[in-house]
């Protein structure tokens, strides 16, 4: 989904040229996978760019493989990036110049030509002296403006931006909307979490494989769902840390953390056909988001089809030792094969999402816990808890001051007590709650 009205700008190339390092250079916010080896970048990574008052989507590929290969998801990569090229209105094609034209350029040079695309050659690495020497050999490659530069330090990158700002198309319409709340997907590998993105999205967005770990940068879309703006972000599966050893799958790890640090919604999936229910990693994520982090939480268990009743049942019971965070998420089965519950949760994701907005009266918060403690009075070494004023203070998360006669006595079990009684009155499934008591 690109953004109605806006120039599209695409980054091709063959694989390891840099073009994850100039999306970088390029991009404020979202940062693309960087390492020294081929085929790291495989998802479609997008932001909009403004620059000297005009806004372009900037797009980075995955390293494009031009002959066909069984390998399935090279092969996704290759159509991905094909369809990006074809809806581009400028292609940026990025070359190394220390190593001078490869064959796969030429490929690559060919089929922008075909496609009659107007092209940017982007000459990288132009820090080099070997890059001089062979700076003439790429002129043979379909251009239509050369610009040679480093995009790992930055060395005329100016000079990109001014010359994309001269072949532009001119078009009407504004950008999108900014999301009014960001959801992202969290879990173990090859839990379904990009095959539930492409069926929210109702695109394949994400690449989608029976190969664990095929989704190696966190991947965001803007979708409209009743007239309201959201972004939703599919991320790398979240392993073990004893399980984490390649440099990459910690880069996988770490894109994951930081989607879930700007989310406002976290959608945990499970996958309902590993034996044993819930592990104690999922768990983790869990508290991590919503106790931690103060993220909302939705608990998704995915291929639900696959179970028999026993085993529905089997994997239910392993909630059992959880409740005290089961009783505050809402909980839907759903199967992304079978379509099954799918269409039910955008509508599960608004209804947090206003629980989480909600704002609370001053006076009845104050009503409310001040009448709690007089029913069930909170000792200290023998004192008792006071409350003398309640203020709401933040929605999303709704963060609550307590003004009372002593903040040190108010440690977590104390503060949970409020947090429940707030629960029992007002529904906040899967809304995260903080409580803060001061003097």
């Not at 505050?328 to 209804?351: A, D």
Request: aromatic letters at 8%; proline letters at 3%; hydrophobic letters at 40%.
């Amino acid at each position: 989904m690109t953004q109605t009205g806006v120039p599209v700008v695409a980054i091709v190339g063959r694989m390891n040229v840099g073009k994850s390092t100039l999306f970088n250079r390029l991009s404020d916010r979202v940062k693309s996978m960087t390492y020294d080896y081929e085929g790291v970048t495989r998802d479609i990574l997008k932001e909009t760019i403004t620059w000297n008052y005009r806004t372009f989507e900037l797009v980075d590929t995955g390293g494009i493989v031009l002959q066909k290969t069984t390998d399935k998801i090279l092969e996704q990569v290759r159509h991905k990036a094909l369809e990006i090229i074809d809806k581009a209105d400028i292609v940026l094609l990025v070359v190394d110049g220390s190593v001078g034209v490869m064959a796969e350029d030429r490929e690559i040079a060919n089929v922008l030509r075909e496609r009659g695309k107007k092209t940017i050659l982007v000459i990288n690495k132009w820090d080099k002296k070997v890059t001089e020497d062979n700076q003439y050999d790429f002129y043979e490659l379909h251009h239509d403006a050369v610009v040679g530069l480093s995009a790992e330090h930055g060395l005329n990158i100016l000079d990109l931006l001014d010359k994309l700002l001269e072949m532009l198309p001119v078009k009407g319409e504004q950008p999108q909307e900014a999301a009014a709340f960001k959801v992202v997907f969290l879990g173990r590998p090859n839990v379904g979490k990009s095959s539930l993105m492409n069926a929210l999205l109702e695109q394949e967005r994400s690449l989608v494989s029976d190969v664990a770990g095929t989704t190696r940068e966190a991947v965001s879309e803007k979708i409209t769902f009743y007239q309201e703006h959201l972004q939703l972000t599919d991320t790398p599966g979240i392993r073990r840390k004893a399980n984490v050893n390649e440099d990459i799958e910690q880069m996988m790890v770490k894109s994951s953390f930081n989607a879930l640090k700007e989310a406002d919604i976290v959608v945990l999936l499970l996958d309902a056909s590993q034996q044993g229910g819930i592990v104690d990693q999922e768990l983790k994520l869990a508290f991590y988001a919503f106790q931690e982090h103060h993220k909302a939480l939705i608990i998704v268990i995915n291929k639900t089809d696959l179970l028999d009743e026993a085993a529905e049942k089997a994997f239910e019971d392993s909630f059992s030792d959880y409740q005290h965070l089961m009783t505050k998420v809402p909980l839907l089965r759903i199967s992304c094969k079978t379509g099954k519950n799918v269409g039910k949760l955008l509508p599960l994701i608004k209804e947090v999402w206003d629980r989480c907005s909600h704002t609370f009266l001053d006076a009845a918060l104050q009503y409310l816990f001040i009448d709690a403690l007089s029913k069930t009075p909170l000792m200290r070494n023998k004192q008792e808890l006071k409350v003398y004023k309640v203020r709401q203070v933040n929605r999303a998360p709704i963060t609550i001051l307590l003004r009372v006669n002593n903040p040190d006595w108010f440690e977590s079990s104390q503060l949970s007590f409020f947090e429940n009684v707030l629960r029992k009155e007002y529904d906040l499934v899967g809304a995260p709650v903080k409580i803060v008591a001061y003097r």
